[in-house]
């Protein structure tokens, strides 16, 4: 199994919709969490951390399920922006760093 | 201000050459971590450094792989013989801070290799 794992997608959804894609862990004592945006043949870039009350930054929604070992992101009113691989990122606590594989998202207009 | 730099940003070479890529941190951060991406493993840590020191280089895959923090401001990641497994883009990034894990990544924009 996998550390880290995310569903590839792609997800493929209207304008204006909402989406949400989660992100599983399988170390319990995994400690910090984060979503980063990857575009096309472009470097990933910090969306946003995951805290563990919840996060919210605009159209954006975090969420960590430490129960569960998984984290989320919710995307509200997407926009043709939003388009790209959204990679999850969990640190261990052995300070290790593991990127999900990412999922892609295709909004449609 | 200048992002994260890296050379060259397209390398194409024969299995057996020696390949070197080159990183320039932001101005002013502490730690740089060497990245690989491949469709078929993502995003796969090589080695990071906090203050030009290697912390972890467990993700280089084998002997052939080295990389060199001569100064704050400089970085290689060389390969040598290059195989054509080892084809993918490599990314450097920088964080600001010392406990650089828990950072937030400024990644540059990527170095692809093909090796034939």
């Known amino acids: 199994r996998k550390e880290v794992e995310q569903d590839p997608g792609p997800f493929n959804v209207p304008e204006g919709a909402t989406v949400a894609f989660n992100c599983t862990y399988s170390n319990s004592a995994s400690q910090s969490f984060f979503w980063y945006r990857q575009d096309c043949r472009k470097e990933p870039k910090l969306l946003m951390s995951?805290?563990?009350s919840g996060n919210e930054d605009g159209r954006f929604t975090a969420q960590l399920n430490r129960a569960s070992q998984y984290i989320s992101l919710l995307i509200r009113d997407s926009k043709l922006s939003d388009s790209a691989t959204y990679l999850c990122v969990v640190i261990s606590s052995a300070s290790k760093i593991i990127f999900g594989s990412g999922t892609r998202l295709s909004i449609r207009p | 201000d200048a992002g994260v730099i890296q050379s060259p940003r397209h390398e194409v070479t024969e299995m057996g050459q020696e390949v070197t890529l080159r990183c320039k941190p932001i101005?002013?951060?502490?730690?740089l971590f060497w990245y690989r991406q491949t469709m078929m493993r993502g995003l796969e840590l090589l080695i990071y450094f906090n203050n030009n020191v290697p912390i972890d280089d467990s993700g280089m895959p084998e002997d052939r792989f080295s990389a060199k923090m001569p100064n704050a401001s400089f970085s290689t990641l060389k390969i040598q013989p290059s195989e054509p497994r080892d084809s993918a883009v490599y990314f450097c990034?920088?964080?600001?801070?010392?406990?650089?894990?828990?950072?937030?990544?400024?990644f540059g924009p990527g170095t692809r290799l093909t090796v034939l």
């Open positions: 990034a920088s964080t600001p801070g010392t406990y650089a894990v828990t950072d937030t990544q400024y």
């Open positions: 101005s002013g951060h502490n730690s």
């Open positions: 995951v805290y563990s």
